[in-house]
């Protein structure tokens, strides 16, 4: 059975500070919701919710090897999912958060197995769009992002596509118009004073080094 579809524009948001209660109800009863972020759509769900996560990765149809990133507010939800970020990541946090990059940091016990990499990894970020950024802090929890589209598919800049994806399978869809990313956030792994990139999205190798020997 399709569910009943709710779309909630930016505009109406600038007139109706309540225009996120129902995303936020959504989230906090479990459910998946589509959301702007800086690069693409994506599916976010509250991520300490198991139940809600599989429900991200069944939405996507991905394998357990493609694990779901998060968003998060600051350095202090940075500790729910992790325990002590690497000197390093706290460099490049400090240079590009909020914004495009995925640090890749050890995760915490007890976070679902679909948010880890093999070697017990979590990727997080702090995103530099206001409706991604105030949806995580009404939460009070990180948010899954990944893309909303179906594992393989091409990633949606704009609601309808999202829609043509999973119009009759979820009930929330935020519509901040067309999104401008080409690549997705960059992602990066972290070891102590080490980094390696495992995808170059919208924040090149060469930012992030310059970056570094800047400080």
């Known amino acids: 059975m399709s569910k009943r579809r ?6 109406s948001e600038k ?5 996120l209660d129902q995303a936020i109800e959504a989230l906090r009863s479990g459910e998946v919701i589509v959301f702007p972020t800086e690069t693409f759509y994506g599916l976010g769900a509250n991520a300490l919710d198991r139940d809600a996560v599989e429900g991200v990765a069944t939405l996507k149809g991905r394998e357990v090897k493609n694990p779901i990133a998060l968003i998060i507010t600051d350095l202090d939800m940075l500790k729910e999912v992790i325990a002590d970020p690497p ?3 706290e460099r490049l946090m400090s240079v590009f958060w909020p914004g495009p ?17 093999p070697d017990g990894g979590v990727g997080v970020r702090v995103s530099s769009h206001p409706i991604a950024s105030a949806l995580v802090k009404r939460l009070a929890h990180p948010l899954t992002a990944t893309s909303a589209n179906t594992s393989g598919a091409e990633p949606a800049r704009t609601i309808a596509q999202a829609q ?14 067309e999104l401008k990313g080409q690549k997705g956030s960059t992602v990066v792994e972290c070891h102590g004073d080490r ?6 999205g919208e924040i090149s190798s060469q930012e992030l080094d310059r970056s570094l020997a800047n400080k």
């Open 87 to 89: 000197p390093i990541a």
């Open 15 to 19: 007139n109706n500070p309540n225009a």
């Open 164 to 177: 043509a994806y999973f119009a009759n399978r979820l009930r929330i869809f935020i519509d901040a118009g």
């Open 6 to 11: 709710t779309e909630i524009s930016t505009e």
């Open 101 to 117: 990059l995925t640090l890749v940091l050890p995760a915490k016990k007890g976070l679902s197995p679909l948010l880890c990499n």
């Open 195 to 200: 980094y390696r990139v495992i995808r170059e």
